[in-house]
């Protein structure tokens, strides 16, 4: 492998974990009066999604509201406000082109005009192939709404989308308590 090769191979490897990152989306109803609310409790959910990231979800969720003072009340009391998570997974295609020979090709260089005496710089070189590949990758999309618990509205919502889920659960974990800490930097809504 020549050493321009292994440098690319390089550059890529680090790029990537940048490419594969997480995008956090916080919205809120402006009218919720944040600071009357004192107490929630979970709801489930219609469709949870996978019952697996529940056990990272809720206790990432509770240590959150607990910083900002609600207290948790369990099923059959009255809570202000209502948790609701959903973990979703979409499958994407994620496509590479490349391209291999050597030469302009046939594009407008090639034969007359282009530029001067570039016409015959390419004589003798193998065309240009340009192949492209696919390759499926999973995205997940969390989200977490909180509802008032006596108008049925919700008035906060976040979202965390993963560019890529791993197959580590311990990956998915920390990727699961990174969003949910984004989400709830911005909870109460200042």
């Given at each position: 492998?020549?050493?321009?090769?292994?440098?690319?191979?390089?550059?890529?490897?680090?790029?990537?974990?940048?490419?594969?990152?997480?995008?956090?989306?916080?919205?809120?109803?402006?009218?919720?009066?944040?600071?009357?609310?004192?107490?929630?409790?979970?709801?489930?959910?219609?469709?949870?999604?996978?019952?697996?990231?529940?056990?990272?979800?809720?206790?990432?969720?509770?240590?959150?509201?607990?910083?900002?003072?609600?207290?948790?009340?369990?099923?059959?009391?009255?809570?202000?406000?209502?948790?609701?998570?959903?973990?979703?997974?979409?499958?994407?295609?994620?496509?590479?082109?490349?391209?291999?020979?050597?030469?302009?090709?046939?594009?407008?260089?090639?034969?007359s005009g282009g530029w001067g005496g570039m016409e015959n710089a390419a004589e003798g070189l193998p065309p240009v192939a340009t192949y492209t590949t696919?390759?499926?990758?999973?995205?997940g999309i969390l989200t977490i709404d909180i509802v008032d618990g006596k108008k049925k509205q919700i008035i906060w919502r976040g979202q965390a989308t993963?560019?890529?889920?791993?197959?580590?659960?311990?990956?998915?974990?920390?990727?699961?308590?990174?969003?949910?800490?984004?989400?709830?930097?911005?909870?109460?809504?200042?």
């Amino acid at each position: 492998m020549s050493r321009l090769r292994i440098a690319f191979l390089i550059c890529g490897l680090m790029i990537c974990p940048r490419m594969f990152g997480q995008s956090v989306k916080v919205n809120w109803n402006a009218h919720a009066q944040f600071s009357g609310y004192k107490t929630y409790s979970w709801k489930a959910a219609k469709n949870p999604g996978n019952p697996l990231f529940g056990q990272w979800v809720q206790p990432d969720v509770d240590d959150q509201l607990r910083a900002r003072g609600l207290q948790f009340l369990y099923p059959g009391q009255t809570p202000d406000l209502l948790v609701i998570y959903s973990v979703q997974a979409q499958e994407k295609m994620h496509s590479t082109t490349t391209m291999e020979g050597y030469g302009w090709g046939d594009g407008p260089w090639m034969g007359s005009g282009g530029w001067g005496g570039m016409e015959n710089a390419a004589e003798g070189l193998p065309p240009v192939a340009t192949y492209t590949t696919e390759q499926p990758r999973m995205i997940g999309i969390l989200t977490i709404d909180i509802v008032d618990g006596k108008k049925k509205q919700i008035i906060w919502r976040g979202q965390a989308t993963v560019d890529h889920m791993s197959q580590s659960d311990s990956r998915d974990q920390k990727e699961v308590l990174n969003a949910v800490q984004k989400m709830f930097k911005k909870y109460p809504p200042s």
